[in-house]
């Protein structure tokens, strides 16, 4: 048969996140969704803020439905492009315009976007393990080579040393993620200096700019209350993908967007680049209905005291049975060691107490899993006898 081989891989195979997702609806249909205790997708589990129905309500009664619903500029609605601009420059001391904002369906469209902008084929971009198993799939789609950062043992920050011996002359674009999935691990200020300080050195030594792109779909889920060193204050090079799905509960309303920085060289040009990277891929006119919603409430916020219960009563119930974990200042992940090498011998454990967890090896570190606890808070409790169980199987 003809058709495009690499797609066929792609979607003749899930992620191991997913895969293990439709295993549990599969189980919970055959022993009862109460006896099965799935920790594999980052779905969240608190509602929306108020607002964001109150205003999605409000909308739905007072505007046409033409405006809801019909096209806006390719690039996005102008007046939601504008408030989030202004929002940004309040928030962290910038000089974003409206042009320099891109709505995205979410924000894999916005680190589909942002690497085809800016690499061409046989480019390298740098990761940091862990790093979200899609990343792979995004910077080979936009014709680079992904290339791995070993971070730090124990603490999952980034290793300086490492990374900057993987840094060439091919090197054109580097990804960072804070908080980080899957490990919820926020690289401090002090990571972010030493980091950039690297990047501004190596461009130096290349005569070009090395671009940092900035997930952060769990921006604002940080639990310390620390200062959260925005890349854009850090270094011009940046851009920054961001989501509404984590920080509004609406991950299934795929709404989010690329943030070009107007001290970037040629940012101006650089901005194109994303908007016909936008069009190339076909991710123009982001959801109308949800630009509108999302433009009327940059600073409403989620119930993170939920989120960070969760967190205490996941780490302190695994910790005192004595499984390592990573403590997470954000997101809604815990990295927790397997208690063998294999971390898909260790899950496959796990599954006969009918405890889901994802081996992280897809994530660039092997021999540990993730537990999304972005769950009911039943579940982890009901969970806890399973996880004593797992662990007491291994001391026999």
Do not use: W
Not at 320 to 327: D, H, N
């Amino acid at each position: 048969m003809d058709y495009n081989k690499s797609a066929y891989e792609l979607g003749s195979k899930r992620s191991i996140i997913r895969e293990i997702f439709e295993y549990s609806k599969i189980r919970a249909n055959e022993i009862g969704a109460d006896k099965v205790f799935d920790f594999s997708l980052g779905n969240p589990s608190v509602e929306p803020p108020k607002e964001v129905t109150d205003t999605l309500i409000e909308l739905l009664k007072t505007q046409s439905p033409t405006a809801l619903h019909g096209y806006t500029s390719a690039q996005g609605d102008f007046s939601c492009r504008d408030k989030i601009a202004k929002n940004l420059n309040d928030r962290f001391n910038l000089c974003l315009s409206a042009d320099n904002i891109y709505m995205t369906c979410g924000a894999a469209a916005s680190l589909s976007i942002s690497l085809k902008a800016l690499v061409n084929d046989g480019d390298e971009c740098i990761v940091f393990a862990p790093f979200f198993t899609e990343y792979r799939v995004f910077v080979n789609n936009a014709g680079a080579k992904l290339v791995v950062s070993e971070p730090e043992d124990k603490t999952f920050q980034v290793n300086i040393e490492d990374f900057e011996k993987k840094i060439n002359k091919n090197t054109k674009a580097v990804i960072i993620n804070s908080p980080n999935n899957p490990s919820g691990v926020v690289y401090t200020e002090e990571t972010i200096v030493k980091l950039t300080n690297v990047l501004k050195k190596k461009s130096k030594e290349f005569g070009r700019p090395i671009y940092l792109i900035s997930d952060e779909p769990y921006r604002e889920l940080i639990f310390s209350g620390e200062k959260f060193p925005f890349i854009m204050n850090y270094y011009d090079d940046s851009i920054v993908c961001y989501s509404f799905s984590k920080s509004l509960s609406l991950p299934g309303e795929r709404i989010g967007y690329i943030a070009v920085n107007p001290n970037m060289n040629c940012s101006k040009e650089i901005y194109l680049a994303v908007c016909g990277a936008g069009r190339s891929l076909g991710y123009v006119c982001a959801p109308s209905l949800f630009q509108r919603v999302v433009a009327n409430n940059l600073d409403a916020k989620v119930n993170l005291g939920a989120y960070k219960e969760n967190r205490d009563l996941i780490y302190n119930g695994l910790t005192e049975m004595g499984y390592e974990c990573v403590k997470p200042d954000g997101a809604f992940y815990l990295f927790v060691k397997a208690l063998e090498d294999d971390a898909y011998k260790f899950f496959e454990r796990a599954k006969e107490y009918e405890l889901l967890v994802v081996p992280c090896d897809d994530f660039g570190v092997k021999g540990y899993v993730r537990i999304a606890y972005c769950v009911d808070k039943k579940r982890i409790e009901n969970s806890l006898p399973s996880f004593k169980k797992l662990i007491d199987s291994y001391k026999k």
